[in-house]
């Protein structure tokens, strides 16, 4: 394979031993663009003179290397050294592969050597022995990378409130671009949560956060929902909060975020937490008027059939025309099936119809429980001028044809009866209208006579 010159990616699992002549590959196949090591490396020292050829890599990842096998400090040190001839990369991992403080201190190095040169996008850090000290250098070196948008920490639970805030100064600085962090399984609790809150409340630009499997309670989600707000932060699309400690008081810090008119989440997630009919009530009234959020990752089990109901109102609220109208028309999942609200019809509306025709979700679910727009009485008051509007609106309603699989014919019908239902109407309301004219000047005329029959009678009284 050292002479092929069309490979693009490389995934070696197991002791190749001979390292140098990897580096051939390395250095002169023009198209290799992503090298994965993973299971053990055997000779660390080749494998590192294989690296340090001048390359086109793009993607290197080390990952779920053999515990006893974990690089040692000189292993890292050659390694590191080879990765200051690959500027050009763009994607780091080291997963699982027993990466230290004095690693993070040797890739700071690396780091701070590419300078201007950087072209790294994304380091992956997940699972290693990285402490306080660890993050603060390699927080030193990344400040020089400034095309990094995406940080994985994922399980490092040596890291404490030191560390994060380092990483919250971080924010803070101008050198920051990140755009994605990962801090699951970290330990967070409401003290670091606090700490990292603080870095939130200015930075502006991070899309992604996962803070799932953690220890953050009340006091710490609170914190962390008002510093995403008070940067009015724009840009948040992923929120992951699975399975950490907060409650119902929790839920409703949370729903200020859901409910923000900056709001732009897309995908929130809180599994595997216990949350009752009163928490759903709670995000079912913040995602009324919610226009961004399309899923919604929790666990349905704590909640009674009454609670999954308030999620199905949320969807479509039956109660009128108008209710219907001003439900929610964004979300495409709750829990972790359809089935579980509502038997999932309206997941499958608001997902196959495109953002663009966006505004056909709810003409689509009106004609779902109103076939010809049933309840009229609301229109009276404009009489036949109501006519054109309702004619204009079944023609903007054409394509949900496509939804109900009717013919053009039937779904004329829907017109022709709503026209007839209104009009049939009409009589009735200028009746009523004739009939209560009729009575209010009965009354006028009847109290008209009991104050001159009691003009009389005090008259008389006096005559007497």
């Known amino acids: 394979i050292c002479r092929n010159r069309s490979i693009q990616s490389l995934h070696i699992e197991c002791d190749i031993c001979d390292y140098l002549s990897l580096g051939s590959l390395v250095g002169n196949n023009i198209f290799l663009d992503s090298l994965q090591v993973g299971s053990t490396i055997g000779n660390a020292h080749d494998f590192a003179v294989a690296l340090g050829q001048r390359s086109h890599l793009k993607c290197l990842h080390f990952e779920n290397l053999d515990l006893l096998d974990d690089l040692s400090d000189e292993e890292m040190s050659g390694i590191a050294q080879a990765l200051s001839a690959q ?18 201190a040797l890739l700071e190095t690396t780091f701070m050597g590419w300078g201007r040169n950087s072209k790294l996008k994304k380091l992956y850090l997940p699972f290693n022995d990285i402490d306080d000290e660890g993050l603060q250098s390699l927080l030193r070196g990344i400040a020089n990378c400034r095309n990094l948008v995406r940080l994985d920490l994922c399980g490092n639970e040596l890291i404490t409130a030191v560390g994060l805030r380092a990483l919250s100064e971080f924010f803070q600085s101008k050198s920051c671009r990140l755009e994605s962090l990962n801090l699951a399984g970290m330990g967070v609790d409401d003290e670091r949560a606090i ?59 949370l729903s200020a975020l859901i409910q923000s008119e900056r709001s732009t989440l897309k995908d929130f997630s809180i599994d595997g937490m216990r949350i009752d009919d009163d928490g759903i009530s709670i995000l079912a009234d913040a995602l009324i008027n919610n226009t961004s959020l399309e899923t919604l990752f929790l666990d349905l089990d ?26 929610n028309h964004t979300l495409q999942t709750i ?11 309206y997941f499958d509306l608001n997902r196959r119809i495109l953002p ?48 109900f699989e ?41 109290r008209k006579l009991e104050e001159e029959e009691e003009q009389l009678l005090k008259r008389l009284g006096r005559g007497v």
């Not at 829990?335 to 019809?345: L, M, R």
């Not at 022709?416 to 009575?439: C, E, H, K, N, T």
Request: aromatic share 10%; with cysteine; charged share 20%.
């Open 195 to 253: 700490v990292l809150a603080a870095g939130l409340t200015t930075y502006k630009s991070l899309k992604h956060l996962n803070l799932s499997q953690n220890d953050i309670g009340d006091e710490g989600m609170a914190a962390l929902v008002s510093g995403i707000t008070a940067a009015a932060n724009t840009s948040l699309e992923t929120l992951n909060l699975s399975r950490n400690a907060f409650t119902t008081a929790g839920i409703r810090s």
């Open 87 to 104: 500027p050009q990369l763009e994607d780091v991992t080291f997963d699982s592969s027993g990466l230290d403080g004095n690693g993070c």
């Open 302 to 327: 704590w909640s009674t059939s009454a609670g999954r109901n308030i999620f199905s109102r949320l969807l479509c609220d039956t109660s009128s025309i108008n209710n219907i109208y001003l439900s």
């Open 356 to 403: 663009s025709y966006r505004r056909l979700i709810p003409m689509c679910k009106i004609l779902i429980h109103h076939l010809d727009l049933t309840d009229m009485k609301p229109f009276y008051k404009w009489k036949l001028k109501v006519l054109p509007v309702i004619a204009d609106w079944f023609q903007r309603a054409g394509p949900c044809q496509g939804y």
């Open 406 to 446: 009717e013919s053009a014919e039937v779904f004329q019908r829907r017109e022709l009866s709503a026209m007839y239902r209104f009009i049939r109407g009409v009589p009735m309301l200028v009746a009523d209208g004739y009939w209560s004219q009729q009575l209010k000047q009965v009354r006028v005329k009847k």
């Open 335 to 345: 829990g972790w099936s359809d089935e579980e609200v509502d038997g999932g019809k």
